[in-house]
């Protein structure tokens, strides 16, 4: 017999087209978030009176409550219903955005962002989700989180491009205010498109699991942040990540005997979604870190202005497209794991090259072929690696399987930023005592961002020997398609 969900879903495949084109564009806006704010710091500074303590929390407040709630939400959405959570998830993102773009004071711009924070980790795992459930055979897979990841690889270089041109020619509150009519199309569009879905079992929410996964995380993200502004060794920083290696302990003891875990061990020792969520970690971490010391070298370096500085990401941008053209393609005809290995090294191989970047050199010699060869690169990684993290998921666990995907990225972004900017910024701070503050800068730089390249080749070196050869019935199985 055919289930309520699965007939539902049957219905909607010839909508499938548009519900995926709205799906990708709010996943856009979610990441688009993730650095909006970049070149707009130092004017919120002077507009708010934000300390510069404060201001960091502008940007880390949101990924502390993206990173730290997405294992959450992303069970809620199997069980509660991914369309439910999504629709609820983006009616709070906008609200939030909307409360950013009107703040008068600090508090009320850092807890706006906490509260975006929140409705992205409920948005992001059930978009996802979804997509995994329209396009449930591998080829059709492939190609729809092509364009998923190629979209969500454009809105995280997208974010710094609008905050430079709307910084530079109107104001920083419109990086926020252009959010309210994507969510607002969602809303009326998405209802009218995709089914509700859930998982068919009757269970109920692991509370203990909840409170311990999602705090650890929390703690996890939280100091991770605090280590980048104020140094490993300070107990602001060492406690929150004490916590957190107790609360991930216990989180696994409590799932270990619970009848109903939030997340099955047998979900986490599945190889190839192990291997593909391990090697997004370390992408994250590589990425991440990239776009904020660029963006920072670009400005204070080489002297750009926040105009110029995001108008240089453009061609960033055109090589993820055709990255993301690619991918889809490649791993339909040659598998997962070269498509991925190539990926990997490809954006390995461009970081190397923006490490070696100096001050005297210009932006089409020094900057651009770099970026080019890292973008498209990440555009050839991105769809592949979210295939791979949801290889095998179904409708009872596809939510689940986006929150943890979706939580490495921000995990790995927050791990990449502390640690590399910090690593960054106390090489410069070592040389400029000895003379020139511009060398300094971009030894720093160029330390951090060959780290960044070594990250990508240990990910692709992992992949290379522990993933399959990634053909459809060889160690990438293919999802089950829905019974009839």
């Not at 020139?436 to 992949?463: N, P, Y």
Request: charged letters at 10%.
């Amino acid at each position: 017999m055919t289930s309520p969900t699965t007939a539902a879903t049957t219905k909607a495949v010839g909508r499938r087209g548009p519900a995926l084109v709205v799906l990708c564009f709010v996943q856009f806006m979610l990441v688009l978030d993730d650095n909006v704010v970049s070149v707009a710091l130092p004017t919120l500074r002077d507009d708010l009176g934000f300390s510069t303590a404060g201001l960091a929390w502008v940007v880390n407040a949101y990924f502390l409550a993206f990173g730290g709630l997405l294992l959450l939400f992303g069970r809620m959405a199997d069980l509660l219903g991914r369309r439910r959570v999504f629709l609820t998830g983006v009616a709070l993102f906008g609200t939030a955005s909307l409360v950013c773009g009107l703040a008068q004071e600090p508090w009320q711009l850092v807890g706006g962002r906490f509260v975006q924070g929140a409705g992205a980790a409920m948005a992001s795992p059930a978009a996802l989700a979804l997509i995994a459930l329209l396009f449930p055979g591998t080829e059709e897979r492939a190609k729809a989180f092509g364009l998923w990841g190629g979209i969500a690889g454009l809105g995280g270089t997208a974010g710094l491009v609008i905050s430079g041109a709307l910084t530079g020619l109107a104001s920083w509150r419109w990086i926020f205010l252009i959010n309210l009519p994507v969510a607002l199309a969602a809303l009326v569009l998405l209802p009218r498109l995709v089914p509700e879905s859930r998982a068919e079992r009757a269970v109920r929410l692991d509370v203990p699991g909840a409170v311990l996964g999602t705090g650890a995380l929390v703690a996890l993200v939280y100091g991770l942040l605090r280590a980048g502004e104020t140094g490993w060794g300070d107990t602001a920083a060492a406690g929150p990540l004490v916590l957190a290696v107790f609360l991930a302990v216990a989180f696994l003891v409590v799932e270990s005997r619970t009848a109903e875990p939030l997340v099955p061990l047998s979900f986490l020792s599945f190889r190839f979604r192990a291997v593909a969520n391990g090697a997004t970690l370390l992408f994250s971490a590589a990425m991440y870190a990239m776009a904020f010391l660029l963006m920072l070298h670009l400005q204070t370096v080489l002297g750009y202005r926040p105009l110029a500085a995001g108008l240089a990401y453009l061609p960033y941008g055109g090589g993820i497209l055709a990255g993301m053209w690619l991918s889809s393609r490649a791993v339909i005809r040659l598998g997962m794991r070269p498509t991925l290995v190539t990926g990997f090294l490809t954006s390995a191989a461009g970081l190397l090259l923006l490490s070696g970047v100096a001050p005297s050199d210009g932006y089409a010699s020094g900057v651009l072929p770099g970026m080019l060869l890292t973008s498209l690169g990440c555009g050839l990684s991105l769809p592949a690696l979210t295939v791979a993290a949801l290889t095998g998921t179904t409708e009872e666990d596809a939510g689940l399987g986006s929150a943890v995907l979706s939580s490495g990225q921000q995990i790995g972004g927050a791990v990449g930023v502390a640690v590399l900017v910090a690593l960054a910024t106390r090489r410069s701070e070592a040389l400029a005592a000895r003379g020139d503050a511009a060398h300094a800068a971009t030894e720093g730089f160029s330390l951090a961002l060959t780290v960044t390249a070594v990250l990508l080749a240990i990910g692709a070196v992992l992949m290379a020997a522990l993933l399959g050869s990634g053909r459809s019935g060889d160690s990438c199985p293919e999802a089950p398609r829905p019974r009839g």
